[in-house]
Structures are given as C-alpha cells and as structure tokens.
C-alpha cells in the first residue's frame, strides 16, 4: 500500500546523544515535510523539501538537520544542540504545493 | 503572530450531539488555501477537507460539514450527530502562496464524545 512509513515509533535517547528519525515515502510526492508536536502548541514545521539534494528551514530548525539524497527518503537527525528534544515528530509529503500533505504515524523521542 | 487561531481547546459532548469547531485565519494572501486535519489517538493526521480563498460554497460530506466565510476570515466545522469515534484532536491549518504554501498549523481542538 502506498503511504508514509516513520520509524521507530518510539525512541529513547541520552542526553548528548545525536538520533536520526526515519520517513520513508512510496507515494512518489515530491515534497516532504518534518513537523514538531508539543502538547498545545500544535505542529511547527522544522524542515521542508521540495525537491532530492534540496531543503530550506522551517520555524524551529536549530539543533536539527535533515537530507534529501533521495525523493522517497527524508531523515530527520536530532542534533545534541536541540535543548529540548523530547516531542512527537510527524513526517508528511505532498505532491506539490497546496496540495494537502499525507502523515506517517509518527515517532515518540524521549530524552532520558 | 499567530495565523490560525483555534479558540477551543477543549470541547465534551454526549454522543449524537453536534459540535462545532472554530478556526480563524489570518493572512493578507488573495490566494490562500485552508485545511482542517483530524488525530485520531494513535497520533496520524488524517486530511479531511482543503478549501481555497476563492471557492466560498460550503461543503457537506456525510456527517462533516465546513462553513467557509471570508468576510469574517473563518473556516468553522461542524461534526452532526457525534459518535464515540470521532473523539480526536482537529487541527486548521492554513497555506499561503507568499508563505511558500507551507502549512501554519492552528493549536488543535481535542474533542471527546461520550457514550
């Protein structure tokens, strides 16, 4: 079935410690998205991409990178820089802007 | 500044009531697009409806419906005869073209329905 795979769905890491969250998409979009989830704030956009071998900030991106060597692929590394790492992270593509973007189910990071 | 304001942030109602969900928008965009999402507990968001500035007819799908109006900048959802299922958090969002169409998510309005 075509969709967004995010693993794992969750992740503990220590404290200093880099991660890097997995999304996968087979849904052939040429746009992937990292999203930020913290209790009552909503989503907050991290990084984007367009296009393969390209990617722009989004609001929250200090302590995060990403890459884009291919159009299914697009990890999210957590850097030790990010403060306050512990959220829910959502992966989502789209065909192409505004057309609405699909989710994965998710990955749980706690920082231990 | 905020662009999407979901007032609500909490709504309970008994099963087969209807609930309504506000979403206020803010943009100064004459193209602009409109979203409401809805996650379910096991965290995926699941699109429900995209709406563009220049297409005002509200839209009815089954037990959903969308109440679209410029004038007050409002793109307001109606769930009628709520069931147990459609407790989740909903989500607007906005997409702007000077924003590079990227998605400014509002806060979310967790809605539980009782049985």
């Known amino acids: 079935d075509g969709g967004i795979t995010q693993s794992p769905k969750y992740l503990f890491r220590k404290e200093g410690q880099n991660v890097t969250l997995s999304c996968e998409q087979n849904?052939?979009?040429?746009?992937m998205y990292w999203y930020r989830q913290d209790p009552g704030q909503g989503l907050r956009l991290i990084y984007y991409?367009?296009?393969?071998?390209?990617?722009q900030k989004g609001d929250i991106a200090e302590g995060y990178s990403v890459s884009r060597e291919k159009k299914e692929s697009f990890p999210l590394t957590v850097t030790s820089a990010q403060k306050n790492p512990t959220a829910f992270y959502l992966c989502?593509?789209?065909?192409?802007?505004?057309?609405?973007?699909?989710f994965g189910q998710g990955t749980r990071l706690t920082v231990v | 500044a905020q662009k999407v304001t979901q007032a609500q942030t909490e709504i309970s109602v008994v099963e087969k009531e209807d609930v309504t969900l506000d979403c206020v928008y803010e943009?100064?965009?004459?193209?602009?697009?409109l979203f409401w999402y809805k996650q379910p507990p096991s965290g995926e968001l699941v699109f429900l409806i995209r709406?563009?500035?220049?297409?005002?007819q509200n839209e009815i799908s089954g037990r959903y419906s969308w109440n679209f109006q410029k004038s007050t900048s409002s793109f307001n959802f109606t769930i009628t005869a709520s069931q147990v299922v459609d407790s989740a958090v909903y989500f607007c969002?906005?997409?702007?073209?000077?924003?590079?169409?990227?998605?400014?998510f509002g806060a979310g309005t967790t809605v539980t329905v009782r049985a």
């Open positions: 991409s367009q296009i393969v071998n390209d990617f």
């Open positions: 943009t100064r965009d004459t193209t602009y697009y």
């Open positions: 989502a593509s789209s065909i192409m802007q505004p057309r609405e973007a699909f």
């Open positions: 849904l052939n979009h040429d746009a």
């Open positions: 969002a906005l997409s702007e073209s000077s924003n590079d169409y990227k998605l400014s």
């Open positions: 709406r563009n500035s220049f297409d005002e």
